[in-house]
C-alpha cells in the first residue's frame, strides 16, 4: 500500500489496476461524511485532477487524482451509504479502480511507515 | 485534498477553520481579509482567544477547540457531529453558550422596557414578568444588527445576544438608554443550554420548579446550589433551557447536568445543524446589517402593537421600511430550501430561476447536511415571487446546477413544551 500527502491510499491489484480510497486519519479529521461523487467509468484522468468530491457535515473537500490513467470501476456503496467511509475508509469504502500504464508513478508516494511519520 | 474556498495545500483539519470566520456581526467595523472574527479596539490586542468557564472541562471531554467570535469554544467532542445532533434530538445535549452576551437593564426613572423599545420593533411593555421574547436591534435603513432574546425578570430586562456583536450591542444601548437606563453587562455568569426531549427530566431533578415552566417562561431557580436564571427556551428546535450561572458554579453545574446518563456534551458543529434544521437565523449569514426583519422573514416576532396603526406604532431605527414592508411585503424574502438531490448546498451557492442561463436570482445563506432529515437542507433569498413552497428553483454546485425546492420552514417539527 502507498499513501500520499493528499491523504490518499493506493493498492495494487493482481491485475495490475489501482485501487484509491482516503486514510484512516483522513476519514477522521474531515468528520460525518455526507456526500460523495464519484468519476464515471471509463473516465480518463491525469495526476491531480478533481475526481471525487467528499462532503462533511463540515465541509466540502476534492480528493485529485494521484495517477494518470483511466476509471475502470467505481465504489457505489459509499454514495449510496456516505457513512460507511468513515466507518471503513481503508477496507470496504474505496472510492474507485484506475487502470494506468506505468506502475512506475507509484514509486513517489509514501510507505505506510513514511505517511505515519508525516501525519505524525 | 482540497477544499472549494481556493486555499492551497490543506489538509482535512483545516476544514475546522470555516468555523473561525462564522459569526460575522453587522457593526459597522471592517475585519479585514480573513479577520471576521471580532475584536475591537476596546478588546485590545492583549490576549488571544478568551475561554469561557467551562474551558478545562471542554478539554477534559476530548472537545475539539477552535476560534469562535474570540473564544476558544469547542467544535464537537470524540462522538461527533451528527451524533451529537442525534442524540439532542433522542435524548439531551449540554452546550457551552458563555461566548454570548448577557446584559442586565434596569432603572428607577423610567421604565426600562418603554426605553428598550425604541432599539428594537418588539412588544417590550407588553411582556409580562417572568416571559421572555425573540427580538432584533435594527438599524436606520430597517436592517438587522443583531438578534437577541429579552427577558422581564420582575425589576429588570435580562438581554442575551450574540457573542460576536456583544460589544457593539452593549455600546448601543448605553448610548441609547443612559443614562436612564442602567446597561450592565455580566462578565461573571456563565450561561449553559440543556436541549432535546430528556431536558425537562434532567433538569427537574435538579430542581422540580422548572418542570412547571413552559415555553419562554423565566424564572430564577437554585441549582446545584446556585442561584440561576432559567429561561425554557433554546435554539435547536427542542424542548430544553438556557440557564445563566454564576461562574463560579458553572462547572459544578455542567458535571451535574453532565452525570445524568441522558446528556452528552455537544459542540458548535451540531448546533448549527440542529438550528439550521429548525429554520432559525445564524446572524451575519441569515440576517445581517442589509436584511429587514420582513425579508429575514421574522415578521411574526414583530406584535402588532409597534405595527402600523398600533398603539405603539413604530419608534424604532429603520421604521419606515419596516412598517411598510408589513404591509406591501418585501422585496426578496429568506426561505426554507430543500435540496432535490444528495448535494449539500452550503452559504454562498447562487439560485437561478431556470436550469440554463440567466444572472442568479438569490443565493443560500446557511445550508448543509441535516442529519434528523437525512438530506441535505438550506435556507436563503429569493425574490418574493420565487418565494411560494413548492416553487422549484436551481441551485448552482461545482459548476452544476440542481434542483432545489422552496418550502416551509422548520424542516424537523418544533418540539417546544408550550
Partial sequence: ?120 | MTDHTGKTDKTATDDLAQYEVQDVCGCGVDHGPGGHHHRHADEAEEQGPKRTPLYDLHLELGGKMVEFAGYQMPVQYPMGVLKEHQHTRARAGLFDVSHMGQVILQSRKVDAAEAFERLVPVDVMGLKAGRQRYAMFTNDDGGIEDDLMVANRGDHLFVVVNAACKDADVARMRAALEPDVIVRQLDSRALLALQGPAAVDVLAGLNPAVREMTFMDVATVELAGAECWVSRSGYTGEDGYEISVPEAAAVDLARALLAHDDVAPIGLGARDSLRLEAGLCLYGHDIDATTSPVEGALSWAIQKVRRADGARAGGFPGADRILRELVEAAPRMRVGLLPEGRAPMREGVELFAAEEGATPVGHVTSGGFGPTVGAPVAMGYVPAALAAPDTVLYGEVRGKRLAVKVVKMPFTPANFKR
Fill in chain 1, 1 to 120: 500500500m502507498k499513501f500520499t500527502e493528499e491523504h490518499e491510499w493506493l493498492r495494487v491489484e493482481d491485475d495490475g489496476t489501482v485501487v484509491v480510497g482516503i486514510t484512516e486519519h483522513a476519514a477522521e479529521q474531515l468528520g460525518d461524511v455526507v456526500f460523495v461523487e464519484l468519476p464515471d467509468v471509463g473516465t480518463v484522468i491525469s495526476k491531480d485532477d478533481e475526481v471525487v468530491v467528499i462532503e462533511s457535515v463540515k465541509a466540502a473537500s476534492d480528493i485529485l487524482a494521484p495517477l494518470d490513467g483511466e476509471i475502470v470501476e467505481v465504489n457505489e456503496i459509499i454514495v449510496e451509504e456516505p457513512g460507511k467511509v468513515n466507518d471503513d475508509p481503508e477496507g470496504d469504502a474505496w472510492f474507485f479502480k484506475v487502470k494506468v500504464e506505468d506502475l512506475s508513478q507509484l514509486d513517489d508516494y509514501m510507505d505506510e511507515a513514511a505517511y505515519k511519520k508525516f501525519i505524525g
